[in-house]
Every structure is written in C-alpha cells, then in structure tokens.
C-alpha cells in the first residue's frame, strides 16, 4: 500500500469510531425516549421503574465511551463525566 491509502484508511477509521460514538448515543436517546412514551402510556411503577432502570444502564456506558473521546470532540467533558 501506498502512503496515500493508508491515509485515506486511517481517516475511515477515525471518522467510523467518531460516528459510532455518536450512533451509540443516538440509539440510547431513542430507545429510552420510545421506553419512557410506554411507560407514560399506562404509567404505574413497574414500567417506570424498567424505564428508569434502563436509562442509567444505558447512559452510563455511552457517556464513558464519549468522555474518553478527546475534548474537543466529546459531548459530555471528562470532567463533567467524572463528576456526575
């Protein structure tokens, strides 16, 4: 391979585990969006419960994944991270 594709690989792969992180927050927004509009269809505590359980299980990783990214590009600061 030449210097030219091995440049234009190592941007794929830094723009791919950009956009994953990303996606990994975009689903976790929805899918506790879609969890939460079941859980105040009907609301009792069983489904909120499950609802709230999930959001925290879910967040939790995605904002680890985000705040190891450099700051410039993180959503949530290492410190914010660490402090909540």
Do not use: H, Q
């Not at 030449?2 to 899918?31: C, D, F």
């Not at 969006?33 to 009907?42: E, G, N, Q, T």
């Amino acid at each position: 391979m030449n210097a030219e594709t091995k440049v234009l690989l190592l941007y794929i792969r830094v723009g791919l585990a950009v956009l994953s992180a990303r996606l990994v927050l975009l689903i976790a927004l929805a899918l506790t969006f879609v969890l939460f509009c079941w859980a105040m269809y009907l609301p009792d505590y069983p489904r909120i419960a499950a609802a709230t359980i999930f959001a925290v299980l879910v967040f939790l990783p995605a904002t680890r994944i985000d705040a190891k990214m450099s700051k410039d590009r993180a959503v949530i600061s290492p410190t914010e991270a660490n402090n909540g």
